[in-house]
């Protein structure tokens, strides 16, 4: 039974929300000057993530990455950290305040405070086309955590070592030569590429359902920092059915990495410049 129900409530529902972050002062990403100067960017290096693993790999500030779905429907999960100190990192949470649940072009993953600047900024992104579907879901979100092996104990008494956030420490581990407890800390919450995902309008559940990612599919990035990144090819592939299992068809996905020609005169984004009274 609902109870304490005001006489006003239909009022109430029906005042209309307001924007907390509007982002119209964020700086301008410029895209059209980074597709300018990616057109002479080369190749310089790359990264095969196998199935059910993470790998980290490392990105120049100024060059760009690009992280494509080469085989079958595959989702990643992404870390980025400042090469400089891993402490800065992606901050999922105040991202998806200035930008919204789900990332596309032209929007920027921004790093933990106290520096709050941008790490990355997308550039190009094939699955665009998709928007927001009938059911609220959309791609590239940040509203997702990753899966992780303790919420996998909670929800099922079992134990499973390839979930992403397990793959992302181990990955972290190897690449900084770091203990187990030296690099848990460091990961974090990531951008889900590829995974199509949303907030079910009766519950307000968080809700995966296939991904429309097809081989040659991609999302491209421009490093705007000195960068670490971490990718993980999901236990759920395309995130159809279940994750954090051997069920799902599993698939590598690809980093590539493209060097401008010249040196980018583009300057590094400085971090924030509050200073506390």
């Given amino acids: 039974m609902t109870r304490n129900i005001p006489e ?23 895209l059209p000057g980074l597709q300018t100067l990616r057109l002479t960017a080369r190749k310089s290096g790359e990264c095969l993530v196998p199935p059910r693993e993470a790998r980290c790999f490392h990105v120049p500030a100024g060059h760009f990455f690009r992280i494509t779905s080469v085989e079958g ?10 090469a400089a100190d891993p402490r800065e990192r992606f901050y999922s949470g105040k991202t998806r305040a200035l930008h919204g649940t789900h990332l596309t072009r032209g929007d920027r993953m921004w790093s933990s405070f106290p ?44 134990d499973y070592h390839h979930c992403c956030h397990s793959n992302l420490v181990n990955a972290l581990m190897a690449d900084l030569n770091l203990s187990r407890d030296e690099a848990e800390p460091l990961v974090h919450d990531v951008l889900n590429v590829f995974m199509c995902t949303g907030f ?13 990612v097809r081989p ?61 009274p």
């Avoid at 029906?14 to 924007?19: C, D």
């Fill in 73 to 82: 429907p595959q989702v990643g999960d992404l870390n980025l950290w400042s």
């Fill in 200 to 212: 079910t309008r009766d519950t307000g559940q968080y809700f995966m359902k296939t991904s429309p």
């Fill in 216 to 276: 040659g599919d991609y999302l491209e990035f421009y490093a705007e920092i000195d960068l670490i990144g971490g990718l993980s090819a999901c236990p759920g592939g395309d995130c159809g059915s279940e994750h954090s299992s051997d069920a799902a068809a599993c698939y590598p996905l690809l980093v590539e990495i493209f060097a401008p020609l010249g040196p980018t005169v583009r300057e590094q984004p400085r971090s924030s410049s509050y200073s506390w």
């Fill in 115 to 158: 520096h709050l600047r941008p790490m990355a900024t997308v550039t190009e992104d094939t699955l665009e086309w998709y928007g927001i579907d009938e059911f609220g879901g959309s791609v590239h979100d940040v509203i997702g955590t990753r899966c992780d092996p303790y919420t996998h104990r909670l929800l099922s008494g079992q």
């Fill in 8 to 30: 006003d409530a239909a009022d109430r529902r029906a005042v209309r929300p307001v924007i907390c972050y509007p982002n119209e002062t964020l700086p301008d990403p410029d």
